[in-house]
């Protein structure tokens, strides 16, 4: 590995792809609702659920920060989940990569194609300390894909440098991570010829692009999707956009709302712990409010909470 590369900040991209032979979870069908959450370096973000299915293909990617130290990193932690709405949903189960895997994943080169057997993974669901039997009496396993990336984060410009903000390198300063909590939809407009709406929410933040999981045929959508972003002092303005997902074609607008950096800046002047909790109002291509099915104007909850962020 080069010396140049070294220095470049460095993001990891998981797809995940399926899962295959899910037990049976639900009455009627018995089929599962499946989801699948991952939780890596503070951040946690969920896949889209699917349906009645034993073995639902996914082929969803996030893509998490890590930056120029990939020494220390944490485990790689999924979760299988079958969705149950209105209740508490079901855990199928869990698997992880370890935090001495991660780091020698990492340690690949940007854009450089890992060895097949790091490249793509397959792994066996755990509940309890034992393999998730599915259905047909095989086991349940989770397939993965993974590559290295350059994190567009680090590499964007500053729009704004704020202020108020102290400064993390300077005596008694601490540094803080500037995150987002997308909670939920209310009141979407019906956006799809045979159904509803397919919601996602993408988040544009310093030249990076943060999506949610896709919620099929509805008029509201709950996520409860964290996405963290390190604080280097520089801030700038995030765009929320709340899109409707087409299986074949671009997605659609269905608009937007901005968080400022000013705002921004203002939530990070307070102490670890804070919560900026607020209901935005999505606002169409024309500039005005978008509103639902109902006729209600169409909001999307959304916290922003202070966190410390500490170096590994």
Same mark, same amino acid.
């Given at each position: 590995? +080069?010396?140049?590369?070294?220095?470049?900040?460095?993001?990891?991209?998981?797809?995940?792809?399926?899962?295959?032979?899910?037990?049976?979870?639900?009455?009627?069908?018995?089929?599962?609702?499946?989801?699948?959450?991952?939780?890596?370096?503070?951040?946690?973000?969920?896949?889209?659920?699917?349906?009645?299915?034993?073995?639902?293909?996914?082929?969803?990617?996030?893509?998490?920060?890590?930056?120029?130290?990939?020494?220390?990193?944490?485990?790689?932690?999924?979760?299988?989940?079958?969705?149950?709405?209105?209740?508490?949903?079901?855990?199928?189960?869990?698997?992880?990569?370890?935090?001495?895997?991660?780091?020698?994943?990492?340690?690949?080169?940007?854009?450089?194609?890992?060895?097949?057997?790091?490249?793509? /993974?397959?792994?066996?669901?755990?509940?309890?300390?034992?393999?998730?039997?599915?259905?047909?009496?095989?086991?349940?396993?989770?397939?993965? /894909?993974?590559?290295? /990336?350059?994190?567009?984060?680090?590499?964007?410009?500053?729009?704004?440098?704020?202020?108020?903000?102290?400064?993390?390198?300077?005596?008694?300063?601490?540094?803080?991570?500037?995150?987002?909590?997308?909670?939920?939809?209310?009141?979407?407009?019906?956006?799809?010829?045979?159904?509803?709406?397919?919601?996602?929410?993408?988040?544009?933040?310093?030249?990076?692009?943060?999506?949610?999981?896709?919620?099929?045929?509805?008029?509201?959508?709950?996520?409860?999707?964290?996405?963290?972003?390190?604080?280097?002092?520089?801030?700038?303005?995030?765009?929320?956009?709340?899109?409707?997902?087409?299986?074949?074609?671009? +997605?659609?607008?269905?608009?937007?709302?901005?968080?400022?950096?000013?705002?921004?800046?203002?939530?990070?002047?307070?102490?670890?712990?804070?919560?900026?909790?607020?209901?935005?109002?999505?606002?169409? /291509?024309?500039?005005?409010?978008?509103?639902?099915?109902?006729?209600?104007?169409?909001?999307?909850?959304?916290?922003?909470?202070?966190?410390?962020?500490?170096?590994?």
């Amino acid at each position: 590995m +080069s010396g140049a590369d070294d220095k470049r900040p460095k993001a990891l991209k998981v797809v995940v792809v399926e899962i295959n032979h899910l037990p049976k979870k639900d009455w009627g069908t018995g089929k599962c609702d499946a989801f699948v959450q991952l939780e890596f370096e503070e951040t946690s973000v969920k896949t889209q659920v699917i349906e009645k299915t034993y073995d639902p293909i996914f082929d969803e990617e996030f893509v998490f920060d890590v930056g120029t130290d990939v020494e220390g990193v944490g485990d790689l932690e999924l979760k299988v989940w079958d969705y149950d709405k209105g209740t508490k949903d079901d855990l199928v189960g869990t698997c992880r990569i370890s935090e001495g895997d991660m780091v020698r994943m990492l340690r690949g080169r940007i854009n450089t194609p890992l060895p097949d057997e790091v490249a793509e /993974q397959t792994l066996v669901v755990i509940n309890k300390g034992k393999a998730v039997t599915g259905y047909d009496k095989k086991t349940c396993t989770v397939k993965l /894909q993974f590559s290295i /990336q350059e994190s567009v984060r680090r590499l964007a410009k500053s729009k704004t440098r704020s202020s108020g903000l102290i400064d993390p390198s300077s005596p008694g300063g601490s540094k803080k991570m500037l995150e987002f909590i997308v909670h939920s939809v209310e009141n979407l407009p019906k956006m799809d010829t045979m159904g509803k709406c397919d919601p996602f929410i993408r988040i544009h933040y310093f030249g990076g692009e943060y999506d949610t999981a896709v919620v099929k045929n509805v008029y509201e959508a709950f996520w409860e999707t964290k996405f963290g972003f390190k604080n280097d002092g520089d801030l700038g303005d995030a765009r929320f956009e709340l899109l409707d997902w087409n299986r074949i074609g671009k +997605s659609d607008t269905v608009g937007e709302f901005v968080i400022s950096a000013k705002k921004i800046g203002e939530v990070l002047r307070h102490d670890v712990g804070y919560e900026e909790k607020k209901e935005y109002r999505v606002k169409g /291509q024309e500039g005005g409010e978008v509103n639902g099915k109902n006729g209600k104007v169409c909001i999307v909850k959304v916290t922003a909470p202070v966190s410390a962020f500490t170096e590994k």
